[in-house]
């Protein structure tokens, strides 16, 4: 049996070597690639999260500002001196349309003069009441001009409690903090405060699909008879 001579061994012996210096590279190679993926998958899931905060968080504070109401009115106080409810000072005219915010001659029945030492009736008496000026009170609930919404419908016909759109805003002692639009000037409470549009009760939206929702849940169909009639009309003017 023939031996291997040293020209054949050098040869094997280059050859094991080259192939264990490819094998090498591309384990190395391989190492770099998966490091890479790493990285812009990371990158991704950094860039996802701020997105997340920008959207949600810093977002709605760059678009809503804050304003306080010229004065801070308590509606739990006043609810229990009054006999006919929120109707008491929110009252429906004799033609069936509806008040609205209350005016100063609403409160001048009784704040003729300041009845105690809260500094906000002192502050009605004394800028709003003797001078005949009307309080700007900043409306929660103000719909665009193009939208008409008719309460004597809604509350004297269908027998729905104000508490259904507005929240339980008869038991709160204070005001809260007006949020506006900064692009349409409209407050944050109709569209909600989830900037998503999620809601979980009624009065934490107050948009077209809101009123369309309820009509569906109390007559069975997502609009009124009028609106089948006239269509768009009938809340758009």
Not at 27 to 38: F, H, R, T, V, Y
Not at 43 to 67: D, H, N, R
Not at 134 to 163: I, N, R, T
């Amino acid at each position: 049996m023939s031996k291997p001579d040293d020209k054949t061994i050098g040869v094997s012996a280059d050859t094991d070597s080259n192939e264990a210096e490819v094998s090498s590279a591309g384990s190395i190679e391989k190492g770099q690639g998966d490091g890479a993926g790493g990285f812009v998958i990371l990158f991704f899931i950094i860039g996802f999260v701020a997105s997340l905060i920008i959207g949600w968080v810093v977002f709605p504070k760059l678009l809503y500002s804050q304003k306080t109401q010229p004065i801070d009115f308590n509606h739990a106080l006043h609810l229990e001196a009054v006999s006919d409810g929120c109707e008491s000072c929110h009252i429906f005219r004799d033609d069936g349309t509806y008040a609205g915010v209350p005016g100063n001659a609403q409160c001048v029945a009784c704040h003729q003069e300041a009845q105690g030492d809260s500094p906000d009736e002192k502050k009605l008496v004394e800028e709003y009441v003797a001078k005949e000026r009307e309080v700007p009170w900043l409306v929660y609930s103000k719909q665009p001009d193009c939208v008409f919404f008719s309460h004597a419908a809604h509350v004297k016909k269908a027998g729905m409690e104000c508490v259904t759109c507005h929240g339980p805003i008869g038991e709160s002692t204070s005001l809260k903090i007006y949020e506006e639009n900064r692009i349409t000037g409209y407050s944050r409470d109709i569209w909600g405060k989830n900037i998503a549009g999620i809601k979980r009760e009624t009065w934490d939206r107050m948009k077209m699909d809101d009123c369309a929702e309820c009509h569906e849940k109390e007559a069975g169909k997502r609009s009124s008879v009028q609106t089948d009639k006239e269509a768009c009309f009938v809340c758009h003017k």
